[in-house]
């Protein structure tokens, strides 16, 4: 096989996750009534953008074969952060979108600390670091309020001159700039290699504690990235446990829509942007079809369930059913 | 020298012994701030509230004890109360086949789960997920999206808000599913090949049992016990609510792992399942008693969790 | 010189010495053969030197300094790389990221790819491994790509003493072969060799020096070829060589049709046409060397693959769809004892009173509910019988030893009263007494009229326990031994897949590993 033959192999996951996307978006701007404007797919592209970065921070983790049920309260977290921190002069902003972050990052070491030197079951952990992230939240905002500077959220929500929406920029960026050097860096790899096999990366001399405390610190920084966002396109902090919760389960589905292996191990943060894009446009899809919106959780449910069940075809080339109980 | 009885009495573990004393810990800081926190008719209100939770946290059990885990919960709560408060206003035949119609809903999407994760092998956290999302798309279009005015019948009300003999019937009832729960585990083929599954399926199948039955099976039953959760919950509101079963999942998980049972299956007795239900309402009501804000009770109630499970939760580590 | 020595080491395992005063010296440019039964202390010694491990006492010295390695990756920065029986390889990874998992080449802080490919396919060379493509995923490859890759890794991190823990025993002939010459290159380079392997051959062919162990302890260190075969094993059992089998007797009972009977029985690539026939009474054993199908053909036996093309008859009955749970049932009555205990055949943290009922718990219960009764005493007989050696039956079957952990497995199954019995090398991992006690107790199952088909590793088992015994090369029956005829040489001749002149027909049986 040709050297590129492999790399799409690598990336079969990923690949797949954005051709369903693309036909998806395809059929669904083809029948938007506006047709294929810049401002639908702005429109289109902030709410995807916002599950999409949840979704890289879930990715993130569970390539270690864990996984961070509290992602959809940090991004909450971070939004109510971000209303009152996020505003006034430029000085005072860029000062407020640190914090912001910085916050992120903050729960992401909280999570990794309890998970990996404190040696818990990160399903259980993060459910509890989910309450303690939610409950922060709410002092900071009791009731839904506050501000966002205008300007900046603008900019980040609109579109730049030749229609592109300008959170796909964003996209872009924090891919460039985060995601891809984190999974070319050694410690990047130690995650894939974690996940994959936590004995044999052991064995093989990699830092196993290291990479995961820094797969949970990246996962917060992204959902603090989500958080901010949010805040851009609502100027306003809410602490929704209801938000919360929707966000951390769509973000398990982007994860698994995305090609990620929930077992750890393969799949890109690229994919999970594309099963997140997928997941929202899903129930545009009905918007569009001018069917009744009462049907749209079901449809995105139904999707779902037929979606993880294409995984198990694999099953179909088992010869030996010992391996159906790994 | 084999020992006999079940695994209420085998081995008392120090997880639920950790946990009970925690249930004494509390009690005693609440009554440092009102002596009201031990008295009777408090403590049989919170066991009476317990048995919601109680209930669920049955299903949960068995299936974590298999090593798997069931995020359906919320919505399959719901679908229990909406269900089961539908068929009620169907007249007299109504009234009788609304509990058993409300279950029956719950075990069909068990079964769902089940042959999700038995057969077609898919991990149980998606494929309840998936389930979860179902259910909730069912319920939304049943409703139109308000809240469903459907009344509970009269059987759901009493048992969920009346009393026999200065007993609350929802203790009474989760008493009768708790029993019923420690003898199917530590007294039949069921219960035993659920622990081995737990510890290894691949042995189990090796050893001539249908593990994908029992799997499927223990699903189904999770999911009617959480319909039927639903069906309490219903009874004692009078009617049901959207998103009524949310508040009830992270708790059921919680309730089962700081019981003592391993989240990795296996492991884990009745016993303890009962402390952490217990451990948790009290938790949540002395929060709410002390009238401390909700933001407070949240971060409290997740230190907490930490806390306890820093304990004795812990892995042990990989080498 | 020895350029690395070990004094005095010890190790402990809750109550077990693995290890008690241990001496060991290495020189470069030479091979050397650690040879030693299982629990013998060889891998305790490996995983020492690895770093994977801390020793109790004792010291390690590398030119002239004491050295000591808290992980893995210290050691390997000395020098020392080794390569285990279970792979190292992370399976979603492709074969160059595993290769230089440790050491990546950067640029700019990231790691470079290129750099990779390269110094992947340096090290793929160097191990004989041309034709494997650095992009491919490792989890795609078979298992003997996967050790060669696992040999490249090492090579690459440019060792000074390379240790190779059984690292042949999934190589087919051709890469042995072309391991050997990769071996023997790195020996002319000036690489320091430890080899453990249980392979006489491979020692005769490829070891300059050779130390055996047993019980913790180094016992003889001699230059390779200065001592016989019979000796080597004396001095890793410890005492003159008698495996006591019990007498077999002399004629088995033709009574009629066979019990067991496979016609043809073919899986994948794994298994080709294979015909066997077990009548009552009769132990019939499996040899040939790891990974010829012997273990396909017990599992396809007892209904776990897939796909499996050919006939198997009970009493002459094809029975079409079998499975585990059909062939427990008494119309069939079959049993499998499973390779790996600990994973396949018993559920380590559960008490051993589970562990012994849970394949007869249907036969103990009414309607689902088990008769507690019943399951006592059942238990308690089994305990008996085979004389299981435990603190009561509430204690986690984990707790046991390799050898009473087996006796729970067979008990298991012999509640079930199997009327055919699979074996997958039972004995590995078991100490020497309670080996003897269960060659006796086979032969005794099969004087009550089991059918056995026995697989085993040990030559002394095959020759010692079997009627008859089926060599397999590859997938197929390559030759049929019966009575006299098996003896350690056609045993080895058969599975080398070399034809052999039956010469010394009636031999003292020897031991060969």
């Known amino acids: 096989m040709r050297d590129w033959g492999y790399r799409i192999r690598e990336q079969r996951g990923t690949l797949l996750a ?84 910085f916050t992120g990052l903050l729960c992401g070491v909280l999570n990794g600390l309890i998970v990996i030197y404190g040696r818990l079951q990160p399903i259980v952990a993060t459910i509890a670091t989910g309450a303690i992230f939610y409950g922060l939240a709410l002092v900071l905002r009791p009731v839904p309020g506050g501000d966002v500077n205008s300007d900046l959220a603008d900019a980040l929500t609109s579109q730049l001159p030749g229609g592109v929406p ?22 990047g790899r130690g995650v894939y290699a974690v996940g994959s096999s936590e004995l044999a990366a052991y064995m093989s001399g990699v830092p196993v504690g290291r990479a995961k405390f820094a797969a949970y610190c990246l996962s917060g920084l992204l959902a603090a990235m989500g958080g901010l966002f949010l805040t851009f396109l609502t100027y306003s902090g809410e602490a929704s446990a209801a938000n919360g919760n929707t966000y951390t389960l769509y973000s398990i589905a982007a994860v698994v829509l995305g090609g990620v292996s929930l077992f750890g191990g393969s799949g890109s943060a690229i994919g999970a942007i594309f099963g997140a894009l997928a997941f929202r446009t899903i129930g545009d899809l009905l918007f569009v079809f001018d069917l009744d919106p009462l049907w749209q959780p079901l449809f995105q449910g139904i999707i779902l369930l037929a979606a993880v069940c294409l995984g198990s075809f694999r099953l179909f080339r088992i010869r030996n059913r010992l391996e159906l109980f790994g | 020298m084999t020992t006999r009885g079940g695994t209420l009495i085998r081995r008392i573990e120090p997880a639920v012994v950790m946990a009970f004393g925690c249930i004494i810990g509390l009690l005693f800081l609440g009554s440092l701030y009102s002596t009201s926190f031990v008295s009777p008719e408090f403590l049989l209100q919170q066991l ?78 998606i494929v309840t997920l998936a389930v979860n999302a179902v259910a909730q798309g069912l319920m939304v279009v049943h409703t139109g999206g308000y809240s469903p005015q459907d009344a509970s019948s009269a059987a759901m009300r009493a048992l969920a808000t009346g009393t026999t003999l200065g007993v609350p019937n929802a203790l009474l009832v989760w008493s009768v599913i708790g029993t019923a729960a420690v003898l199917l585990l530590s007294r039949t083929t069921f219960g035993r090949a659920v622990y081995g599954i737990g510890n290894s399926e691949r042995a189990v199948y090796l050893s001539g049992v249908k593990s994908q039955r029992i799997v499927m099976l223990a699903f189904a039953l999770s999911g009617g016990l959480s319909a039927f959760g639903g069906i309490l919950l219903a009874g004692y509101a009078s009617k049901a609510a959207q998103g009524m079963g949310d508040a009830y999942l992270l708790p059921s998980i919680a309730a089962v792992v700081l019981g003592g049972t391993s989240i990795l299956g296996g492991r884990g007795t009745y016993l303890g399942t009962v402390a952490g239900v217990i451990l948790i309402t009290l938790l949540q009501s002395i929060l709410s008693v002390m009238q401390i804000e909700e933001a407070g009770r949240q971060v409290i109630y997740g230190v907490v969790i930490i806390a306890m499970l820093l304990l004795y939760g812990r892995e042990r580590p990989v080498r | 010189m020895a350029f690395f020595r070990m004094e005095g080491v010890s190790k402990r395992f809750g109550g077990v010495h693995a290890l008690r005063g241990a001496d060991l010296q290495v020189e470069p440019g030479r091979i050397h053969a650690i040879l030693g039964e299982n629990g013998a202390g060889k891998s305790t010694l490996i995983k020492i030197m690895a770093g994977v491990i801390q020793p109790d006492e004792g010291r390690m010295i590398m030119d002239g300094r004491d050295v000591r390695f808290a992980s893995p990756a210290a050691a390997n920065d000395a020098g020392i790389v080794c390569i285990f029986q279970e792979l190292s390889l992370m399976p979603d990874l492709t074969v160059a990221d595993n290769i230089v998992i440790s050491h990546p080449p950067k640029r700019f802080g990231l790691i470079d790819r290129r750099a990779q490919r390269r110094i992947a396919e340096e090290a793929l060379a160097r191990a004989g491994g041309e034709d494997i493509h650095p992009l491919t995923p490792v989890r795609d490859l078979p298992l003997s790509r996967r050790q060669i890759v696992e040999i490249a890794k090492a090579l690459s991190r440019n060792p000074r003493i390379l240790i190779l823990d059984e690292a042949t025993s999934a190589l087919t002939a051709a890469d042995v072969t072309k391991v050997y010459e990769v071996l023997k290159r790195l020996r002319r380079e000036g690489l320091a060799l430890l080899y453990i392997s249980h392979r006489m051959q491979e020692i005769d062919e490829l070891a300059d020096d050779c130390t055996v162990f047993r019980n913790g302890r180094n016992v003889a260190t001699y230059a390779a070829g200065t001592k016989s075969d019979n000796e080597v094993v004396e001095l890793m059992i410890g005492r003159e060589y008698t495996h006591v089998f019990p007498p077999k007797p002399s004629e088995v009972p033709n009574a009629g049709a066979p019990l067991l009977e496979a016609r043809g029985v073919s899986w994948t690539h794994r298994l080709k046409n294979v015909s066997l026939d077990v009548r009552r009474g009769e132990i019939v054993g499996l040899g040939g060397l790891d990974g010829q199908g012997q273990r396909e053909l017990l599992l396809a036996l007892f209904g776990v693959l897939r796909g499996v093309s050919g006939e198997v008859l009970i009493e002459g009955r094809p029975v079409p769809r079998m499975s585990p749970s059909r062939a427990k049932n008494p119309g069939i009555g079959m049993a499998l004892i499973p390779e790996d205990r600990k994973t396949e055949g018993l559920m380590l943290p559960m008490s051993v009173r589970d562990n012994l009922s849970f394949a007869a718990l249907d036969r103990l219960s009414r309607f689902g509910v088990i008769d507690d009764a019943a399951e006592s005493a059942a238990i308690d007989r089994m305990i008996r019988l085979l004389a299981i050696r435990t603190d009561g039956t509430a204690v986690p079957v984990g707790a046991l030893s390799g050898g009473n952990q087996q006796k729970v497995l067979i008990a298991k199954w012999l509640m079930v009263s199997p009327r055919i ?26 004087r009550e009229g089991a059918a056995i088909v026995f697989y085993s590793t040990d030559y002394a088992e095959l020759i010692g326990c079997c009627d008859r015994v089926l060599v397999l090369y590859d997938g197929a029956v390559k030759r049929v031994l019966a009575g006299p005829e098996i003896t350690e040489h056609a045993l080895v001749g058969s599975a080398l897949n070399i034809a052999t002149e039956t010469r010394d027909v009636g031999a003292r049986p020897m031991v060969g590993m």
């Open chain 1, 18 to 101: 954005f051709l369903v996307f693309v036909v998806m978006f395809a059929i669904y701007v083809v029948n938007h009534p506006a047709g294929f404007t810049a401002n639908v797919v702005t429109t289109a592209a902030n709410k995807g953008v916002l599950l999409a970065l949840v979704a890289m921070a879930q990715t993130v983790v569970v390539l270690t074969s864990g996984i961070d049920l509290s992602v959809g309260m940090v991004f909450v977290l971070t939004n109510c952060l971000a209303s009152a921190l996020v505003v006034g002069s430029p000085a005072a902003t860029a000062l407020g979108v640190a914090a912001v972050l």
């Open chain 1, 166 to 187: 300008a959170s796909l920029v964003v996209l872009l960026v924090v891919v460039l700039a985060l995601w891809l050097p984190f999974r070319r860096s050694e410690i």
């Open chain 2, 48 to 125: 009476k509230v317990a048995s919601f939770l109680g209930v669920i946290a049955t299903g949960m059990m068995i299936v974590i004890l298999l090593g798997q885990i069931d995020l359906s919960v919320p919505w399959v709560v719901a679908v229990g109360g909406m269900m089961s408060t539908a068929v009620a206003s169907w007249g007299t035949i109504g009234g009788v086949m609304a509990i058993p119609f409300g279950i029956l809903c719950g075990v069909a999407l068990g079964l769902v789960n089940g042959l999700g994760v038995a057969y077609l092998r898919i991990p149980s956290m």
């Open chain 3, 421 to 446: 019995i699979l074996l997958n090398d039972p004995t590995r991992g078991i100490d020497v007494g309670t080996k003897q006690e269960f060659y006796h107790l086979l032969r005794e199952l099969a």
